[in-house]
C-alpha cells in the first residue's frame, strides 16, 4: 500500500528542545518537501530536496533542519532556534514532471506539534 | 514577490454550484493546481491548468486566465462532504533549472450547508 507516512501524530516539546519529525515514503518519489500550517492558514514551504544527499531552503527554514540520506526519508529537525513551533507539519513527495506537466504532490497526515 | 490570494469563507448550500476564486501577483510559474484539505487532514489534489482555459474532472473544473492573474475552481452539485478548504497553488518558473516546488495561497474554507 503506497503512500506517505509521518510519525509521530502529536509531539511536545520542552523549551530548548531539538525535536526530530519522521517522513518516510514508498511511491519511488524523487522530490519531498516540509510544510508548516498554522491554523486558519495556507501551507508555507520549509525544506525541499529533489535528489538525494540535496536539499534547498523555503520561505521559512530558519530553525529548522533536514537530512535526505535516503530517497525514502526525509526527516525534519524543529530546534531550539525556532522560537515559535507549534502548528502542523506537513510532509509530501512527487515525481519531477517537465515544466508544463502536472505536479502533484502527495501528503502525508501530518504532525501537530506543540511547546510545553 | 509572490502571493495568491483567495477569499476566507465562502458558504453555499448542498446541490448549489460554487467558485473559489484565486487571484495571484507572480513573475512567472508554470501552471496552476487545486488542493482540497478536510479539517485536520492531509491535503489531496484535485485538478490543475497548464494552459489557460477550463479544465474538468467530474463534479471539478478549474479555469485559468494569465492576462487576468486570475483561476478559480468550480464546484457543482455541492456535497455535504465537500465542506473543506480549499487551496490554490502555483509552481514558480525558475530559470536556474527545473524545481517542483509549489507557492500556496491563502486557503478559502467552504461550509456547505444542507
Known amino acids: 500500500d503506497g503512500g506517505i507516512t509521518q510519525s509521530p501524530k502529536y509531539l511536545f516539546r520542552k523549551e530548548g528542545q531539538n525535536v526530530t519529525l519522521s517522513c518516510e515514503q514508498n511511491?519511488?518519489?524523487?522530490?519531498m518537501y516540509w510544510y508548516r500550517q498554522d491554523p486558519g492558514q495556507g501551507l508555507r514551504l520549509i525544506y525541499y530536496?529533489?535528489?538525494?544527499?540535496?536539499?534547498q531552503k523555503g520561505d521559512i527554514a530558519e530553525g529548522y533542519s533536514v537530512s535526505r540520506e535516503k530517497k525514502e526519508s526525509f526527516p525534519l529537525t524543529v530546534t531550539s532556534a525556532q522560537k515559535n513551533p507549534t502548528a502542523f507539519y506537513l510532509c509530501?513527495?512527487?515525481?519531477?514532471?517537465?515544466?508544463?506537466?502536472?505536479?502533484?504532490?502527495?501528503f502525508g497526515a501530518g504532525t501537530r506539534l506543540s511547546v510545553l | 514577490g509572490q502571493s495568491l490570494e483567495q477569499p476566507s469563507e465562502v458558504t453555499a448550500v448542498e446541490g448549489a454550484i460554487v467558485q473559489i476564486n484565486c487571484t495571484y501577483q507572480t513573475s512567472g510559474f508554470y501552471g496552476l493546481s487545486w488542493y482540497q484539505q478536510h479539517d485536520g487532514g492531509a491535503p489531496t489534489f484535485l485538478s490543475y491548468?497548464?494552459?489557460?482555459g477550463l479544465e474538468e474532472t467530474g463534479r471539478f473544473s478549474s479555469f485559468l486566465s494569465r492576462s487576468d492573474s486570475y483561476g478559480y475552481l468550480l464546484l457543482q452539485e455541492l456535497q455535504m462532504k465537500d465542506s473543506a478548504s480549499y487551496f490554490c497553488a502555483a509552481r514558480p518558473q525558475d530559470y536556474g533549472g527545473a524545481t517542483n516546488k509549489l507557492i500556496f495561497g491563502t486557503g478559502t474554507l467552504l461550509a456547505v450547508q444542507p
Open positions: 491548468n497548464a494552459l489557460d
Open positions: 530536496s529533489q535528489i538525494v544527499n540535496d536539499f
Open positions: 511511491l519511488n518519489h524523487d522530490a
Open positions: 509530501a513527495s512527487s515525481t519531477l514532471p517537465g515544466r508544463l506537466a502536472k505536479n502533484i504532490q502527495y
